[in-house]
């Protein structure tokens, strides 16, 4: 059994990207260099042809019901309404991952925290295809027990459902979970569903938040 703080926390919920890697950012950087398409002209263009109430396809693709192909044919749709030229973004997966690495503090930190005997899941919003770039950037499977990866349990943050479901899998009531997300929308889903959240902005913010947390 896990242990529990005088606070009650037994179990940590995790982020993936942003939190146990380099910021997002730099990798959304790196693609602009790469192809002179900000990020800007990217959300412009997942919304090309969209009516008022529609999803955006990077929703639909998290969530496992589209393909990473599907998707990429969406983007470069749009793109070339707003270009006025079709770019090709067969490269955007290997720009987007080599832009990444390990977050050496956080992973160290969670390794702490499993060996001090909490429960440790991790929490992602990903793309079905890219499962073997990220699980192979980190020891994944040595820090954490439960991987909840929403292209595989169809629902995503901050939607209740997966929060629900990742509390199901590692069977802890809400309050005895603490989540740590780079996204504050994120953060707001897991309250929502009675976690502990901290919002991660920088290595030292957050280490001493969830340092905080726990003692």
Not at 52 to 73: A, H, K, V
Request: charged content about 25%; hydrophobic content about 45%.
């Amino acid at each position: 059994m896990a242990e529990t703080g005088s606070n009650g926390i037994a179990a940590i919920v995790s982020d993936f990207g942003g939190v146990l890697t380099t910021p997002l950012l730099a990798a959304f950087a790196a693609f602009q260099e790469d192809s002179g398409i900000s990020p800007e002209a990217l959300g412009k263009a997942m919304r090309v042809g969209l009516e008022d109430g529609d999803e955006l396809p990077l929703f639909r693709l998290e969530r496992g019901e589209i393909s990473e192909q599907e998707f990429i044919e969406r983007l470069e749709d749009g793109l070339e309404a707003i270009l006025d030229h079709r770019p090709h973004l067969h490269h955007f997966r290997r720009k987007f991952w080599g832009a990444l690495d390990p977050n050496q503090q956080m992973i160290e930190l969670m390794r702490e925290l499993k060996q001090s005997g909490l429960k440790m899941a991790l929490l992602t919003n990903n793309v079905r295809e890219w499962e073997p770039l990220w699980r192979s950037m980190l020891p994944v499977d040595e820090i954490f027990e439960e991987i909840v990866d929403s292209a595989f349990v169809g629902c995503r943050k901050p939607e209740a459902r997966i929060y629900e479901l990742t509390l199901e899998r590692i069977g802890m009531p809400a309050e005895a979970c603490l989540f740590v997300d780079d996204l504050h929308p994120n953060c707001e889903g897991a309250e929502a569903a009675g976690m502990h959240a901290v919002h991660f902005r920088e290595n030292a913010q957050a280490i001493a938040e969830i340092r905080a947390a726990l003692s």
